[in-house]
């Protein structure tokens, strides 16, 4: 059976349902990964739902998705939370049955973030949990590289975010 077109696109305000059953999907596959909990998101009202669905129409941070038909099977998020550092990757995920093959859908999210940071800065940073080596795999193998500098997991005591870095100009 051939999949649908695997559509790349940032999210707006309308999409808030699907960002919602998303982001909780994300939460309960991997919960060290996202710096929230299912429980918290769990209750979030329909005002903050909307509020993460429209980060994709900002001019200051994106949100991009992968849908195949009606089926949200990926997103990343980048923001520049200061000039000195640049843009931050954030929030990546992509739902199992879509994950490895090539990263397809991955590599294509991936693709949209770093022409979007680009625009920003020369580098696009990221931070990823110690105990996430499949997350770290992707990453190295896509040009990122540990910078050195991390910072304790704030969900988690004792665990550590690495930050990685890589080049786009």
Not at 73 to 95: E, I, K, N, Q, S
Request: glycine share 8%; charged share 35%.
């Amino acid at each position: 059976m051939t999949r649908p077109e695997l559509v790349i696109r940032t999210t707006r305000e309308d999409d808030w349902r699907d960002v919602r059953d998303l982001r909780l999907e994300m939460l309960r596959d991997t919960p060290i990964a996202f710096g929230d909990t299912f429980d918290r998101a769990s209750g979030y009202d329909e005002a903050e739902w909307r509020v993460r669905a429209k980060r994709g129409e900002s001019a200051v941070q994106t949100v991009i998705v992968a849908i195949e038909g009606d089926r949200w099977v990926g997103t990343m998020g980048c923001y520049v939370p200061d000039a000195a550092t640049g843009p931050l990757l954030v929030g990546v995920y992509v739902t199992p049955d879509r994950r490895g093959g090539g990263n397809a859908v991955a590599d294509a999210l991936l693709a949209e973030i770093e022409r979007w940071a680009s625009a920003r800065a020369d580098t696009l940073r990221l931070e990823v949990h110690e105990d996430n080596p499949r997350a770290r795999r992707y990453y190295e193998r896509r040009g990122f590289t540990y910078t050195g500098h991390s910072r304790p997991y704030e969900l988690e005591a004792g665990g550590l975010e690495l930050e990685m870095v890589k080049r786009l100009r």
